[in-house]
């Protein structure tokens, strides 16, 4: 049996010059995560954020075209300055993501892997994802920036 998920995925990583717990308290911290979360030109209202493990995250990513989403989320799994394991719910648009914070040449090398319920979903949504995924990362890596 296969348990690959190579074709489900999307996966990145950036290196961030801080270590990995300032750079996981701009995950920990709601107003530093609502500076920086998503790619450019968009901004999230956040309504729920229970940062521990099972906890909600309900947001509306506000789009640079004025186009609202709504965003439902459960904080799977919560480890310090370590992992963060995040189920972004959804019938539509459903997967898995986590993110690793691994200490490294004095810096953190963060890694962002996410896991979509199908090769077919994954495949449609790609030409977005990875260059939103990518953007993503450069805020979280100037908000950091900005905080140090």
Do not use: K
């Not at 493990?53 to 004025?66: I, L, S």
């Not at 019938?91 to 914070?101: E, R, V």
Request: glycine share 8%.
């Amino acid at each position: 049996m296969n348990d690959s998920t190579a074709d489900r995925e999307c996966v990145h990583s950036r290196h961030v010059d801080a270590p990995p717990d300032q750079v996981f308290g701009a995950f920990a911290a709601p107003e530093r995560l609502a500076r920086w979360w998503g790619p450019n030109g968009f901004s999230s209202t956040f309504e729920i954020f229970e940062f521990r493990p099972g906890g909600r995250w309900e947001f509306v990513m506000h789009g640079p075209d004025g186009a609202d989403y709504a965003n439902q989320c459960i904080l799977r799994e919560i480890v310090p300055a370590e992992r963060l394991v995040i189920d972004h719910l959804g019938d539509f648009h459903h997967f898995l993501l986590t993110i690793t914070l691994d200490a490294c040449d004095g810096g953190t090398q963060v890694g962002w892997r996410q896991v979509f319920d199908t090769p077919e979903h994954r495949d449609e949504i790609a030409s977005f994802v990875q260059p939103a995924n990518e953007q993503n990362l450069d805020r979280l890596a100037a908000e950091v920036r900005r905080i140090a």
